[in-house]
């Protein structure tokens, strides 16, 4: 039984204790009784939003959940509330499941005592595995705007029906898939919002990517919802109408809550710069001796830009890693990719799709920067067969590691956030301007002295991708 079964089966039972504790048509009838509005101040919201070329954020309270365990055990949901709506947040999010996310419906009930005496007020979602009419009922006595419906614990038909139960009562509607299977589903269905989940509710795997796969000829609101840890992740979801965002958030509690702000959310905020990966640092000193957004220790047996044996030793000291220290892997068998990670505890690999295959991207826990070397047109056939599953591509030249250029032409629209690498140097970072979606560089040659790591260089090609603005995230779609 995968996670999300064990969680609908436990669902069930806390629903019949539910019908033992309280009288339906009671609950019904109260909320009938309080006001609502004509329009769900949720769509009113994300259509003011997109009017104004603003992304929509919802930020989520939530203790704990199965893939990280405790999170923020004893967070106070006040103050991490008020440093919500303080920020900016267009809606928070709360959870009200207790044994898996250590939520419960007096949480609800505190948040909208909380949010009620604000100026502007943020909505606020109920978030938990709803099944049946009566959490709707219990959701809006306990103040909730919204509720989340969740396609893959629930059958088209029983879908539309919650969904109208809730916007019966004035409630706005989140409706969740995962993956292309789900969205078909009831892709049929009225319903204006889709939640594209990039965290998979079965195995708790994240690819960040899946929200822009999903979203493509969608005419509806898009929320990516799931996995963003930081403004570097951020720039990977960057297409969509909103953003539903809880670990990361809580997981920085007490900083959030001392930050003087006024823009949500300062956490995730990048001021539209290109990213920058530097790849192939193989000595201690050039972890720390200047800052790129991605630092890239490569592990393939071909590469003359392994890492020293003093940077190994300092590795396998490490009990964690930045999230964006990146293993890089090109030509290794799975059984290396795999006893690497194993020694190693990076939370993000690149692989290239000429070695890997779909299968070896969903069994692995860590982020997937996904390569390509394109040498014709054709190479870039095979970005569709992983597009649902890692996080972010790089686009590569066919010789990687060569430091020659692209030498295809690679579409100015091509659709998904991606890195461009091969032969970039400070000398021809303005290549990216080219791509709609391009988010960045990857360079490794190009930060090379004598064939050695040279921190000025990485400094250099820092300070100019900082200086080289994108077009606003919320205009990507």
Known sequence: ?????????????????????????????????????????????????????????????????????????????????????????????????????????????????????????????????VLDPIQIYLARLHGADMILLIAAILEPSDLQSLKNTAESLGMGVLVEV????????????????????????????TSLNRVNVLKQQQKRYIISESGVRDAIDFQLVGGADGFLIGTGLMRRSKALQNEEHDTFPAFFQ?????????????????????EPDWIGINFSPLSKRRPEPALLEKLRDMQQFPPHW?????????????????????????????????ELVRSLKQRVLLAIAVRTPDDLAQVEDFAADVDCFILDGAVPGSGQSIETAIPADFPYPFLLAGGMHSGNLDRVLAFIHCIGVDVASGIETDGQVDAGKIREIGTRMECMKRNEIANFN
């Open 1 to 129: 039984m995968n996670i999300l079964s064990k969680i609908v089966a436990v669902k069930k039972q806390e629903i019949e204790s539910l019908y033992r504790q309280y009288n339906v048509a009671d609950l019904q009838a109260q909320c009938v009784q309080k006001p609502r509005p004509s329009t769900p101040l949720f769509y009113v919201s994300l259509a003011e939003a997109r009017q104004r070329g603003d992304a929509f954020f919802i930020s989520e309270f939530k203790r704990k959940s199965p893939s990280e365990g405790w999170i923020n055990q004893h967070a106070d949901l006040p103050a991490q509330l008020r440093a919500y709506a303080k920020a900016g947040a267009g809606a928070i999010s709360v959870l009200t499941d207790t044994e898996f996310f250590g939520g419960t419906y007096s949480d609800l009930a505190l948040a909208a005592d909380t949010l009620g005496a604000l100026q502007p007020r943020p909505l606020l979602l109920q978030k938990d595995f």
């Open 178 to 205: 995962h993956d292309q299977e789900e969205l078909e589903k009831i892709d049929q269905l009225d319903f204006p919002v889709l939640g594209v989940n990039n965290r998979d509710l079965k195995t708790f795997r």
């Open 326 to 358: 990146t293993a890089v892997f090109y030509k290794n068998t799975e059984t290396e990719i795999r006893e690497t990670l194993q020694t190693f505890p990076f939370q993000t690999i690149q692989l290239y799709a000429g070695d890997a295959t779909p």
């Open 270 to 290: 990048t001021g539209g710069k290109y990213l920058f990966k530097a790849c192939g640092i193989r000595t201690p000193d050039m972890l720390t001796a200047a």
